[in-house]
């Protein structure tokens, strides 16, 4: 029985045996053997980067949800091997193979390092850097909301929170006195929002968040 993917050029293997092949042996005179020798020593360089590529893989923390690498454990690794372990990290995350040009672009941002930077997979699918780690997920939709809260439990359904608002103290919970507001409401951040907090005065928002080292992906969804 004959292998019908042994007659098409649509797979790499089959490019080099029909056309690659023959083009050495015309052009540069290349007899069988030093063919088969280059061969040989293509197919053992592939073995071994990909066997090192596994090794990699294997530092990684993976759920359903997403596949985390630590960044010391890939800055400095050579990029023909980091090609190899993001494949298979954008293969294992969302079924489907990444081109190459987004590769090398995950690549880069792993070697500046600048938290919050990512690198668009697909329409469903980011790699992240958030600190000291990189981050192969699916992308999260962003969900504003802003909620009036009343005097006793408040659901915040798009962060699965419950406010609870009551008069007078409760020890072990935060406590603020009902008539000094008017409305009170909860809601996702907006540009050019500050804090007041006490003995500092006002603060920027995201500056907060930065110091508290809150990822960049989770900041619109905070309350």
Not at 13 to 41: A, M, Q, T
Not at 103 to 123: C, D, M, P, Q, R
């Given at each position: 029985?004959?292998?019908?993917?042994?007659?098409?050029?649509?797979?790499?293997?089959?490019?080099?045996?029909?056309?690659l092949i023959p083009y050495l042996k015309e052009e540069f005179s290349l007899k069988d053997e030093g063919v088969v020798s280059i061969s040989d020593?293509?197919?053992?360089?592939?073995?071994?980067?990909?066997e090192e590529a596994e090794k990699i893989f294997k530092k990684a923390t993976v759920s359903d949800?997403?596949?985390?690498?630590?960044?010391s454990d890939i800055k400095n690794i050579h990029s023909a091997l980091l090609k190899r372990v993001f494949q298979s990290a954008v293969i294992e995350i969302s079924g489907k193979s990444a081109l190459k040009d987004t590769l090398y672009n995950i690549i880069n941002i792993v070697k500046k390092g600048e938290t919050g930077k990512k690198v668009v997979i697909s329409h469903e699918f980011e790699a992240i850097i958030?600190?000291?780690t990189l981050i192969f997920k699916?992308?999260?939709?962003?969900n504003e909301y802003c909620y009036q809260i009343k005097?006793?439990?408040?659901?915040?359904?798009?962060?699965?929170?419950?406010?609870t608002l009551s008069q007078g103290e409760d020890k072990g919970k935060m406590s603020m006195n009902l008539p000094k507001f008017k409305e009170l409401k909860v809601r996702t951040r907006?540009?050019?929002?500050?804090?007041?907090?006490?003995?500092?005065g006002t603060k920027k928002l995201k500056d907060i968040f930065i110091d508290r080292k809150i990822p960049k992906d989770k900041r619109d969804i905070y309350p």
């Amino acid at each position: 029985m004959t292998d019908e993917t042994n007659l098409t050029t649509d797979y790499l293997r089959n490019k080099i045996r029909i056309n690659l092949i023959p083009y050495l042996k015309e052009e540069f005179s290349l007899k069988d053997e030093g063919v088969v020798s280059i061969s040989d020593s293509l197919r053992e360089d592939s073995e071994y980067i990909k066997e090192e590529a596994e090794k990699i893989f294997k530092k990684a923390t993976v759920s359903d949800e997403k596949i985390t690498f630590l960044l010391s454990d890939i800055k400095n690794i050579h990029s023909a091997l980091l090609k190899r372990v993001f494949q298979s990290a954008v293969i294992e995350i969302s079924g489907k193979s990444a081109l190459k040009d987004t590769l090398y672009n995950i690549i880069n941002i792993v070697k500046k390092g600048e938290t919050g930077k990512k690198v668009v997979i697909s329409h469903e699918f980011e790699a992240i850097i958030s600190y000291d780690t990189l981050i192969f997920k699916r992308k999260e939709e962003k969900n504003e909301y802003c909620y009036q809260i009343k005097e006793g439990d408040s659901i915040i359904k798009e962060i699965n929170c419950v406010f609870t608002l009551s008069q007078g103290e409760d020890k072990g919970k935060m406590s603020m006195n009902l008539p000094k507001f008017k409305e009170l409401k909860v809601r996702t951040r907006k540009n050019g929002d500050r804090m007041f907090i006490k003995n500092t005065g006002t603060k920027k928002l995201k500056d907060i968040f930065i110091d508290r080292k809150i990822p960049k992906d989770k900041r619109d969804i905070y309350p």
